[in-house]
Nanobody, 114 residues
């Protein structure tokens, strides 16, 4: 069964930047409309933003102007550029499809702390 694999997380100081990547576990699976989610300790997965196959994006208010979702359909990849990071952005970040969630992948930890 196809899973999504996230990478690029790490520890960064407030105001810093990180770039995350998302790929399907099977190279022949074509990414549909996709989204980034995050899960802070003790919370459920929550939506960060989404991107359609043709690149239209939507974001939650708290990340607008700071986060940018993009995709490269030729490489079958999706990305999340995070700038001006805040401690409240600390979470495990996941990617998944917008419609019909698949099993969650391993996620990638993002920690924003001084």
């Amino acid at each position: 069964q196809v899973q999504f694999v996230e990478s690029g997380g790490g520890l960064v100081q407030p105001g810093g930047s990180l770039s995350l990547s998302c790929a399907a576990s099977e190279g022949t699976f074509i990414l549909p409309a996709m989204a980034w989610y995050r899960q802070a300790p003790g919370n459920q997965h929550s939506l960060v933003g989404s991107i359609t196959r043709d690149g239209r994006t939507n974001y939650i208010d708290s990340v607008k102007g700071r986060f940018t979702i993009s995709r490269d359909n030729a490489k079958n990849m999706m990305y999340l550029q995070m700038n001006s990071l805040k401690p409240e952005d600390t979470a495990v970040y996941y990617c998944n499809q917008v419609n019909g969630l698949r099993d969650w992948g391993p996620g990638t930890q993002v920690t924003v702390s001084s």
